[in-house]
Nanobody, 125 residues
Framework: QVQLVESGGGLVQAGGSLRLSCEAS????????MGWFRQAPGKERDFVAA????????KYANSVKGRFTISRDNARSTMYLQMNSLKPEDTAVYYC??????????????????WGQGTQVTVSS
């Protein structure tokens, strides 16, 4: 079993930055692909970014490429999402997740087995 706790969300003006953190406990953190997803009101949960177990591989949604950076610190069992140049359309609840598929970076929410409770990010115009 894996437990995930997100933090770092908040209210920021357009063009600003936030860094989200996801602290994991339970099973061996460094063994798993991890990802960030987001869900705006009335919309489906969308893929944002994913990172390989070692941190050497990453994948991003086109909408955030060049603005967001995913990273992880396996010694601290923590994953991060640095969000720069934020836009109002980035407003959503952001979730971190763990995939039990270790050999590719999935963008499908149903392929992630464990989820955090979410943290709200609001970007004002």
């Amino acid at each position: 079993q894996v437990q995930l706790v997100e933090s770092g969300g908040g209210l920021v003006q357009a063009g600003g930055s936030l860094r989200l953190s996801c602290e994991a406990s339970g099973r061996i953190f460094s063994s798993y692909v991890m990802g960030w997803f987001r869900q705006a009101p009335g919309k489906e949960r969308d893929f944002v970014a994913a990172i390989s177990s070692s941190g050497g591989g990453t994948k991003y949604a086109n909408s955030v490429k060049g603005r967001f950076t995913i990273s992880r610190d396996n010694a601290r069992s923590t994953m991060y999402l640095q969000m720069n140049s934020l836009k109002p359309e980035d407003t959503a609840v952001y979730y971190c997740a763990v995939s039990e598929i270790s050999y590719y970076l999935s963008i499908q929410a149903h392929e992630y087995a464990y989820w955090g409770q979410g943290t709200q990010v609001t970007v004002s115009s």
